[in-house]
């Protein structure tokens, strides 16, 4: 957890206060906790429902093992992956062979860096990207 602080902005054995929310993944160890104020990557829904994740990669899809799952026919069951991109030493969202495509701000990509406030689109359904205090490795 120490670690993530330092990622993250907190410092180690700073207590952050935040009690979790809610889960994105369930029945594994690699279940990410989401908390109201936390520092990190959130995706914000259409409904406007806010996502928050400490850790990349995130991978997009209406497939349950999906750390976003995304209840829509028009989105793949693996869909869309966002994670930092060590060559452009920023984070990026790539398209897994989607059959709708993944749009940033409107134009559609196979891959492309993410800007705080942009909207992705993965089949008919947007989502908000915003970066609120993820500090990039290097």
Known sequence: MARFG??????PGEPSGDKPQA?????????RTVTQSEFGLKLILENGETRTFTSLPISIGRAEQNDLVLVDDTV???H????????VKDICVVDLDSLNG?????????KNVLRDGVRIGLGK?????????YIHPG
């Open 23 to 31: 889960t994105e993944r369930s029945g594994d160890s690699a279940r």
């Open 6 to 11: 330092k990622l993250f902005g907190r410092k």
């Open 76 to 78: 793949s069951a693996n």
């Open 102 to 110: 993944v749009t940033v701000d409107d134009h559609l990509t196979r």
């Open 125 to 133: 359904s947007n989502l908000i990207f915003r970066d609120t205090g």
């Open 80 to 87: 869309a992956l966002i994670y930092y991109d060590e060559n």
